[in-house]
């Protein structure tokens, strides 16, 4: 679907544009959604039904009657006035209606236009054809019965013209009969609303992933392994010359990865700065951009689509009362609980349990991996404790190390930024603190 869309860029902006012409609110969505599944006030009772037909029925019989001479016109008067004082006991309830969804429903003339758009607009793709046949495919029910509701709600509006509404009251009870005419409506076609809404949501998000592969020419679409495709084992995630996507594309550095069976961990070691956390980003950000259908900044990758979950940016808080050491454990142990309930999970984790002291974690690290490999799992860790590398010996099939390096010569540091085999063997901290005037002890 994002491939076909990406080139129908006249398409895209159409959308977009047309989308814009409404400022929306979140909870737009959730209130309309609201109104279609609350009940009929009027259409429920059979004697308000009838009465705008009574109304409009004793009108043409009085003016008739007047024309002919029959029926002085000052009695037709005091009948007309008569329908008017009757026409205000339903005002209140109406304006109440009217002011709680008049203009929520507004925007539906908008989203009449974007149904009208996507159902002329062709396609091939098979969630595509999907979404188009969930507003009503070539019959266009969609978009005709969102505008019939959005022309309602506009002539419910006339009431506020006081000469207007007091001339159609009075010979057609026309505020009772209108509100009564969006409750039918909302009978036909309220279980259909949500549908279309969640429908319009669908292709709006999706344009706007076609908008990113039409920005990225240079960017490749993964190969997507089907999960009832074993062939391959049950996990995969290969890539090389892997960026990220927001770094500038002169300077961004690229590195590879390659998993491609399960339980496996990637244990990453390095310096400060050295690019440990910035390879997650990356990782974590393609592998995302693969699973939902976008091309990646890869020169190739391939993927068997898992939930991806994180621990990168915990942290404390006060409202709640919450350490940032027992955040980071109700992080690990959603993780855990997932994986017991038999999810199938790629962990990126960077520096776990770095809000303890290091004897504790440390210990409580080689615990946790221990636990992720006898629960099947895959991911990448980053740390700065040289001594989780040490675990490849009792896992060799199923984890690597690999590290970050910062290389210090001529009394200065650089980094490469590229991704190696093996354990770090280079610290900068002590290095940076005396290049900045703070005492070291040798």
Not at 55 to 71: D, F, K, W
Not at 248 to 261: A, G, L, P, Q
Request: proline share 3%.
């Amino acid at each position: 679907a994002v491939k076909e869309l990406a080139p129908e860029l006249k398409f895209r902006q159409r959308f977009r544009i047309l989308g814009l012409l409404h400022k929306g609110k979140s909870a737009d969505e959730t209130e309309l959604k609201a109104w279609a599944e609350s009940p009929a006030v009027f259409r429920t009772k059979k004697l308000l039904r009838a009465l705008p037909i009574a109304v409009t029925g004793i009108n043409v019989l009085c003016i008739g009657l007047v024309v002919a001479g029959i029926l002085p016109a000052t009695f037709y008067g005091i009948v007309w006035i008569g329908f008017v004082a009757a026409g205000f006991s339903f005002t209140g309830r109406i304006t109440k209606i009217q002011a709680i969804y008049g203009k929520k429903l507004q925007i539906l003339s908008t989203y009449a236009g974007l149904l009208r758009l996507m159902e002329k607009h062709p396609v091939q793709s098979a969630l595509l054809k999907e979404i188009k046949e969930e507003i009503g495919g070539e019959k266009r029910k969609a978009s005709h019965a969102i505008h019939r509701l959005s022309k309602l709600m506009d002539e419910l509006d006339q009431r506020n013209n006081v000469f207007m509404y007091i001339i159609l009251n009075g010979l057609f009870f026309w505020e009772l009969r209108q509100i009564m005419r969006i409750e039918a409506w909302k009978e036909q076609h309220a279980s259909d609303l949500p549908r279309w809404l969640t429908a319009l949501g669908h292709m709006d998000a999706l344009n706007s992933l076609a908008t990113f592969a039409y920005n990225h020419p240079d960017y490749t679409y993964p190969a997507i392994i089907e999960r009832t495709d074993t062939s391959t084992g049950s996990f995969c995630f290969r890539a090389t010359s892997m960026g990220h996507p927001l770094m500038n594309r002169n300077t961004c550095v690229h590195n590879d990865i390659d998993m491609e069976k399960r339980p496996f961990f990637i244990i990453i070691t390095g310096a400060n700065m050295a690019g440990k956390s910035t390879y997650l980003r990356t990782v974590g950000v393609n592998y995302l951009l693969a699973c939902i259908g976008t091309p990646v900044c890869a020169r190739q990758m391939e993927v068997r689509p898992a939930r991806l979950i994180t621990s990168l940016r915990t942290s404390d808080s006060l409202n709640n009362n919450e350490s940032y050491f027992f955040a980071e454990l109700k992080r690990l142990k959603l993780i855990i609980d997932k994986l017991h309930a038999g999810e199938e999970l790629f962990i990126i984790l960077d520096e776990i349990l770095k809000g303890t002291n290091s004897m504790d974690k440390q210990k409580g690290s080689f615990a946790l991996i221990k636990q992720f490999m006898s629960l099947q799992a895959n991911g990448i860790i980053a740390t700065h404790d040289l001594l989780l590398g040490t675990l490849i010996e009792l896992f060799p099939d199923n984890i690597r190390n690999c590290c970050f390096e910062a290389d210090i010569t001529d009394d200065g540091l650089t980094f490469s930024y590229r991704m190696r085999p093996g354990i770090a063997q280079n610290m900068n901290a002590c290095f940076l603190m005396k290049k900045m005037g703070i005492a070291v002890a040798d």
